[in-house]
């Protein structure tokens, strides 16, 4: 089936480390997103990427890194700058061109905490 | 830039009731609209879309919602709700025109009571 996966479903970061989450989709799609989701708050954008080896900045990036090294692979990095890691991060892909561009398709996410 | 305003931040409804979470957008441009669904500890799957044409729009497990130009709304509806349909709703718009990242809205949060 295709969709997108994240991992891991759960992670705990440790003050001043960085953890890194994994996002893979196999739909073929050219744009891949990272939210994060806290309470009473929708979603914001961290990053996103178009197309291999480019990305920019969502509205969020401060703290957060990404790279686009293959088109099925967009992980997310959560350095030690940010401060308030705790939320819970949503990865999504789509198509860019056509009727069906900007529908967005979401992984299960990662619920991040720190201890 | 765009916007959305989903004004009911909880709705609690009784289960066979009708319910309907409202959606306001501000856009300059056509926009294409967006309804997704989150259950708990689940990532967003989409409920219908508004591309053009009809402005009903039906979508998934018997939602539909109607695009309103004139009041920049896009209110979701159903008619007869379920346990099932307690879940978390958002309202999403993206300019129609060019690939534009999508804005979410705040959410609403169902609550269908047995």
């Known amino acids: 089936d295709g969709g997108i996966t994240q991992s891991p479903k759960y992670l705990f970061r440790k003050e001043g480390q960085n953890v890194t989450l994994s996002c893979e989709q196999n739909l073929n799609h050219d744009a891949m997103y990272w939210y994060r989701q806290d309470p009473g708050q929708g979603l914001r954008l961290i990053y996103y990427s178009q197309i291999v080896n480019d990305f920019q900045k969502g509205d969020i990036a401060e703290g957060y890194s990404v790279s686009r090294e293959k088109k099925e692979s967009f992980p997310l990095t959560v350095t030690s700058a940010q401060k308030n890691p705790t939320a819970f991060y949503l990865c999504?892909?789509?198509?860019?061109?056509?009727?069906?561009?900007?529908?967005?398709?979401f992984g299960a996410g990662t619920r991040l905490s720190v201890l | 830039a765009q916007s959305v305003t989903q004004l009911d931040s909880q709705v609690p409804v009784f289960e066979e009731a009708p319910v309907e979470l409202r959606c306001n957008y501000s856009?300059?441009?056509?926009?294409?609209l967006f309804w997704y669904v989150q259950y708990p500890n689940q990532g967003l799957q989409l409920l219908l879309k508004y591309l053009s044409g009809s402005t009903l729009v039906k979508g998934i497990n018997g939602f539909e919602a109607e695009f309103n130009k004139s009041q920049t709304s896009f209110h979701l509806r159903k008619p007869s709700v379920h346990i099932s349909d307690t879940a978390e709703y958002f309202c999403?718009?993206?300019?129609?025109?060019?690939?534009?990242?999508?804005?979410f809205g705040p959410g609403t949060s169902l609550s269908v009571i047995p």
């Open positions: 999403a718009v993206s300019r129609e025109t060019s690939y534009d990242k999508v804005i």
């Open positions: 999504a892909s789509s198509i860019l061109s056509g009727r069906a561009k900007n529908i967005q398709y």
């Open positions: 856009s300059s441009v056509s926009v294409y």
